[in-house]
Protein backbone atom coordinates (compact mmCIF):
# COMPACT_ATOMS: atom_id res chain seq x y z
CA UNK A 1 0.00 0.00 0.00
CA UNK A 2 0.87 3.51 -0.47
CA UNK A 3 3.58 4.68 2.16
CA UNK A 4 3.39 8.45 3.37
CA UNK A 5 6.70 9.61 5.22
CA UNK A 6 6.30 12.73 8.12
CA UNK A 7 9.11 13.85 10.55
CA UNK A 8 7.66 13.04 14.08
CA UNK A 9 8.64 16.44 15.38
CA UNK A 10 9.31 19.97 13.74
CA UNK A 11 10.40 22.69 16.67
CA UNK A 12 9.61 26.07 15.89
CA UNK A 13 9.94 29.56 17.65
CA UNK A 14 7.53 31.68 17.96
CA UNK A 15 6.91 34.36 15.11
CA UNK A 16 9.21 32.21 13.09
CA UNK A 17 7.57 29.60 10.04
CA UNK A 18 7.17 25.83 10.26
CA UNK A 19 7.39 23.77 7.76
CA UNK A 20 6.51 19.70 7.89
CA UNK A 21 7.02 17.33 5.25
CA UNK A 22 5.39 14.53 3.69
CA UNK A 23 6.95 12.74 1.49
CA UNK A 24 5.60 9.61 -0.65
CA UNK A 25 5.93 8.06 -4.55
CA UNK A 26 5.26 10.54 -6.57
CA UNK A 27 3.30 12.50 -4.24
CA UNK A 28 3.11 15.30 -6.38
CA UNK A 29 0.56 13.33 -9.12
CA UNK A 30 -1.98 12.93 -5.63
CA UNK A 31 -4.44 15.62 -4.21
CA UNK A 32 -2.82 16.16 -0.27
CA UNK A 33 -4.77 16.76 2.89
CA UNK A 34 -3.78 18.17 5.98
CA UNK A 35 -4.68 18.06 8.99
CA UNK A 36 -4.23 19.53 13.06
CA UNK A 37 -5.08 17.90 15.77
CA UNK A 38 -4.38 19.49 19.46
CA UNK A 39 -3.90 17.59 22.21
CA UNK A 40 -6.77 15.94 23.54
CA UNK A 41 -8.98 16.76 20.09
CA UNK A 42 -9.89 15.65 17.59
CA UNK A 43 -8.36 16.14 14.18
CA UNK A 44 -9.33 19.32 12.15
CA UNK A 45 -8.90 19.97 7.99
CA UNK A 46 -6.64 23.18 7.78
CA UNK A 47 -5.55 22.52 4.26
CA UNK A 48 -6.82 20.43 1.19
CA UNK A 49 -5.99 19.67 -2.06
CA UNK A 50 -2.15 20.52 -1.81
CA UNK A 51 -2.62 24.37 -0.46
CA UNK A 52 -6.63 25.18 0.01
CA UNK A 53 -8.09 26.48 2.76
CA UNK A 54 -11.51 25.13 4.54
CA UNK A 55 -13.47 28.80 5.58
CA UNK A 56 -11.95 30.05 8.92
CA UNK A 57 -8.58 28.82 8.62
CA UNK A 58 -5.87 31.36 8.59
CA UNK A 59 -3.78 32.47 5.71
CA UNK A 60 -1.12 31.47 7.73
CA UNK A 61 -1.79 27.63 7.00
CA UNK A 62 -0.79 26.67 3.00
CA UNK A 63 0.55 23.69 1.73
CA UNK A 64 2.71 22.74 -1.75
CA UNK A 65 3.19 19.59 -3.12
CA UNK A 66 5.56 18.61 -5.75
CA UNK A 67 7.95 15.66 -6.92
CA UNK A 68 8.29 13.05 -3.95
CA UNK A 69 7.45 16.02 -1.36
CA UNK A 70 4.11 17.57 0.20
CA UNK A 71 4.68 20.84 2.92
CA UNK A 72 2.43 21.99 5.51
CA UNK A 73 3.94 25.25 5.69
CA UNK A 74 2.37 27.17 8.85
CA UNK A 75 3.67 31.09 9.09
CA UNK A 76 4.39 33.52 11.68
CA UNK A 77 3.79 30.47 14.08
CA UNK A 78 2.08 30.87 17.38
CA UNK A 79 1.40 28.78 21.16
CA UNK A 80 -1.59 28.15 19.46
CA UNK A 81 -0.33 26.13 16.42
CA UNK A 82 1.04 23.71 18.78
CA UNK A 83 0.02 20.45 17.84
CA UNK A 84 0.15 16.78 15.33
CA UNK A 85 -0.11 17.54 12.24
CA UNK A 86 -1.23 14.82 9.93
CA UNK A 87 -1.04 14.78 6.10
CA UNK A 88 -3.44 12.45 4.12
CA UNK A 89 -3.89 11.54 0.67
CA UNK A 90 -6.13 8.87 -1.51
CA UNK A 91 -4.35 5.57 -2.53
CA UNK A 92 -6.03 4.51 -5.84
CA UNK A 93 -4.56 1.04 -5.80
CA UNK A 94 -6.25 0.06 -2.49
CA UNK A 95 -8.71 2.64 -3.03
CA UNK A 96 -8.61 3.42 0.62
CA UNK A 97 -7.46 6.89 2.68
CA UNK A 98 -3.88 6.55 3.82
CA UNK A 99 -2.59 8.87 6.60
CA UNK A 100 0.98 9.91 7.67
CA UNK A 101 2.61 8.77 10.64
CA UNK A 102 2.14 12.46 11.77
CA UNK A 103 4.73 15.63 13.01
CA UNK A 104 4.37 16.98 16.70
CA UNK A 105 4.80 20.46 16.08
CA UNK A 106 6.54 22.18 18.92
CA UNK A 107 6.27 26.18 19.62
CA UNK A 108 9.49 26.96 21.48
CA UNK B 1 -23.67 22.86 11.91
CA UNK B 2 -22.40 19.74 11.24
CA UNK B 3 -22.32 17.23 14.27
CA UNK B 4 -20.88 13.93 14.75
CA UNK B 5 -21.24 12.14 18.56
CA UNK B 6 -19.84 8.63 19.36
CA UNK B 7 -20.85 6.78 22.04
CA UNK B 8 -20.62 3.01 22.70
CA UNK B 9 -16.95 3.24 24.00
CA UNK B 10 -15.22 1.20 26.72
CA UNK B 11 -13.85 -1.74 28.25
CA UNK B 12 -13.68 -4.97 26.91
CA UNK B 13 -11.84 -8.48 27.20
CA UNK B 14 -9.78 -10.11 24.26
CA UNK B 15 -11.96 -11.98 22.26
CA UNK B 16 -14.97 -9.16 23.25
CA UNK B 17 -17.29 -7.37 21.16
CA UNK B 18 -18.69 -4.06 21.37
CA UNK B 19 -20.80 -2.19 19.37
CA UNK B 20 -19.93 1.81 18.43
CA UNK B 21 -22.59 4.57 17.30
CA UNK B 22 -22.20 7.95 15.52
CA UNK B 23 -25.01 10.32 15.86
CA UNK B 24 -25.04 12.48 12.95
CA UNK B 25 -26.94 16.32 12.67
CA UNK B 26 -26.85 19.58 10.63
CA UNK B 27 -26.50 17.44 7.06
CA UNK B 28 -28.04 15.52 4.93
CA UNK B 29 -27.09 11.81 6.04
CA UNK B 30 -27.67 9.75 3.18
CA UNK B 31 -25.39 12.20 1.19
CA UNK B 32 -22.22 11.31 2.81
CA UNK B 33 -19.80 7.88 2.68
CA UNK B 34 -19.10 7.95 6.56
CA UNK B 35 -15.89 6.81 7.74
CA UNK B 36 -14.58 5.20 11.20
CA UNK B 37 -10.96 5.93 11.74
CA UNK B 38 -9.02 5.09 14.98
CA UNK B 39 -6.26 6.28 17.15
CA UNK B 40 -3.70 4.09 19.48
CA UNK B 41 -2.62 5.78 22.24
CA UNK B 42 0.17 7.74 21.68
CA UNK B 43 -0.03 6.89 17.96
CA UNK B 44 -1.24 8.07 14.47
CA UNK B 45 -4.33 8.05 12.23
CA UNK B 46 -6.05 4.57 10.89
CA UNK B 47 -8.34 4.35 8.62
CA UNK B 48 -10.60 1.48 9.18
CA UNK B 49 -13.67 1.72 7.59
CA UNK B 50 -16.06 3.31 5.33
CA UNK B 51 -19.95 2.77 4.11
CA UNK B 52 -21.81 4.24 1.24
CA UNK B 53 -24.18 7.06 1.34
CA UNK B 54 -27.14 4.15 0.37
CA UNK B 55 -24.98 1.67 2.69
CA UNK B 56 -25.28 -1.01 0.15
CA UNK B 57 -21.01 -0.35 -0.19
CA UNK B 58 -18.71 -0.90 2.82
CA UNK B 59 -14.74 -0.65 3.03
CA UNK B 60 -12.08 -2.43 5.40
CA UNK B 61 -8.95 -2.14 5.58
CA UNK B 62 -7.59 -5.47 6.44
CA UNK B 63 -6.53 -4.72 9.91
CA UNK B 64 -10.07 -5.36 10.67
CA UNK B 65 -11.64 -6.87 7.82
CA UNK B 66 -13.69 -10.36 9.26
CA UNK B 67 -14.29 -9.33 12.28
CA UNK B 68 -15.67 -5.39 12.18
CA UNK B 69 -18.84 -4.67 10.42
CA UNK B 70 -20.13 -1.07 9.54
CA UNK B 71 -23.53 -0.17 8.71
CA UNK B 72 -26.28 3.19 9.02
CA UNK B 73 -29.42 2.93 9.59
CA UNK B 74 -30.16 6.82 7.38
CA UNK B 75 -33.69 7.18 8.97
CA UNK B 76 -31.91 7.73 12.41
CA UNK B 77 -28.74 9.47 11.48
CA UNK B 78 -27.16 7.17 12.97
CA UNK B 79 -23.76 5.40 11.43
CA UNK B 80 -22.77 2.23 13.71
CA UNK B 81 -19.44 -0.50 13.80
CA UNK B 82 -19.52 -3.71 15.61
CA UNK B 83 -16.26 -5.05 16.58
CA UNK B 84 -15.53 -8.94 17.54
CA UNK B 85 -13.15 -10.81 17.97
CA UNK B 86 -11.62 -7.95 19.63
CA UNK B 87 -7.42 -7.58 20.20
CA UNK B 88 -5.19 -5.52 22.57
CA UNK B 89 -3.88 -3.93 19.31
CA UNK B 90 -7.67 -2.72 18.74
CA UNK B 91 -7.33 -0.59 22.00
CA UNK B 92 -7.88 3.18 20.53
CA UNK B 93 -10.18 5.98 20.27
CA UNK B 94 -12.41 5.73 17.22
CA UNK B 95 -13.24 8.45 15.18
CA UNK B 96 -16.97 8.64 13.35
CA UNK B 97 -15.63 10.94 10.14
CA UNK B 98 -17.68 12.54 7.08
CA UNK B 99 -15.86 11.87 3.49
CA UNK B 100 -16.22 14.92 1.57
CA UNK B 101 -18.40 14.99 -1.22
CA UNK B 102 -18.15 15.33 -5.10
CA UNK B 103 -14.35 16.16 -6.26
CA UNK B 104 -13.74 16.35 -2.38
CA UNK B 105 -14.06 12.68 -1.83
CA UNK B 106 -10.37 11.83 -0.87
CA UNK B 107 -10.69 13.72 2.56
CA UNK B 108 -12.59 13.93 5.82
CA UNK B 109 -13.96 17.35 6.50
CA UNK B 110 -16.09 16.63 9.60
CA UNK B 111 -14.92 14.70 12.69
CA UNK B 112 -16.28 13.44 16.00
CA UNK B 113 -14.52 13.69 19.43
CA UNK B 114 -14.28 9.60 19.30
CA UNK B 115 -15.10 7.51 21.86
CA UNK B 116 -12.52 5.15 23.95
CA UNK B 117 -12.24 1.58 23.31
CA UNK B 118 -10.09 -0.27 25.81
CA UNK B 119 -9.55 -4.21 25.02
CA UNK B 120 -8.05 -5.48 28.00
CA UNK B 121 -8.28 -8.30 30.55
Known amino acids: SYVLTQPPSVSVAPGQTARISCGGN??????VHWYQQRPGQAPALVVY???DRPSGIPERFSGSNSGNTATLTIGTVEAGDEADYYC???????????FGGGTKLTVL | EVQLLESGGGLVQPGGSLSLSCAASGFTFNSYVMNWVRQAPGKGLEWISG????????YYAESVKGRFTVSRDNSKNTLYLQMNSLRAEDTAVYYCARRGSGRYFGLFDFWGQGTLVTVSS
Open chain 1, 88 to 98: QVWDNTSDHPV
Open chain 2, 51 to 58: ISGSGRST
Open chain 1, 26 to 31: NIGGKN
Open chain 1, 49 to 51: DDS
